[in-house]
């Protein structure tokens, strides 16, 4: 089992958000970087300063993309999501929150020219949900459930698992946990890893933000994959 543990300091104001990262051992996040996002966390753009460079994280759309290439491609299948409501589950930063679960389950097939495997996809995330927040848009949570989204390679199977996750829970999800466990047989050898991803909101507190945190410096340029 894989534990992932980011930790950084967010700035939300309206669809726009920043995350500050303090504390990572991932080097897909280094310290001092940041992810920024205009629109709510669908699309996210990774900044690192020391290289002055951004580029940006995959997405669904940059994926369907990929899938049009005649060598290389993703195709999902048996696509079951489902959501559960767990009840009242104590207390984060102060606020009263309450549990709910977002179940995904696919048939996950890649082709790489001539190689063809598959393996079989089940994603579990708990959200812990403060109700008396206002109504805030977390990118943080977004990038969560849109997680998986960059493997759907049809749009309709996109616009199928967003309809259970919006209709879930209202509130602001103060900590959420991904598991996802991938299943698959290689050369006749059963094989499953896990891996975990938990993010936590804390210290929360309205303040003024300089609309520029979210800009791109001038002088950085885009890294290209």
Excluded at 18 to 40: A, H, N, Q, T
Excluded at 198 to 220: K, M, Q, T
Aim: charged share 25%; proline share 4%; net charge positive.
């Amino acid at each position: 089992m894989i534990d992932s543990v980011v930790t950084g300091t967010a700035l939300i104001r309206g669809r726009n958000a920043r995350l500050d990262i303090v504390g990572s051992w991932s080097p897909e996040f280094p310290m001092g970087s940041w992810v920024l996002s205009d629109d709510g966390g669908r699309l996210l753009l990774a900044v690192d300063p020391v290289a002055r460079t951004f580029r940006a994280l995959p997405s669904a759309s940059s994926i369907r993309e990929l899938n049009s290439s005649k060598f290389i491609s993703l195709a999902v299948s048996r696509l079951v999501v489902r959501g559960d409501t767990l009840g009242e589950c104590g207390m984060i930063a102060g606020h009263a929150v309450s549990c709910y679960r977002l179940t995904r389950e696919y048939l996950l097939t890649q082709r790489y020219f001539l190689i063809r495997r598959s393996a079989t996809i089940r994603e579990v995330i708990t959200f812990w949900v403060a109700s008396d927040l206002p109504n805030m848009d977390n990118p943080v949570a977004r990038f969560f459930t849109e997680g998986s989204h960059f493997a759907f390679d049809r749009l309709d199977n996109v616009l199928r698992a967003r309809r259970v996750e919006d209709n879930l829970f209202s509130g602001v999800p103060l900590r959420m946990e991904l598991k996802t466990t991938q299943a698959e047989v290689v050369r006749g050898t059963s094989r499953t890893v896990t891996n975990i991803n938990s993010v936590e909101l804390r210290g929360i507190e309205r303040a003024r933000i300089d609309p520029s945190r979210f800009d791109i410096p001038a002088n950085y340029r885009l890294q290209k994959e």
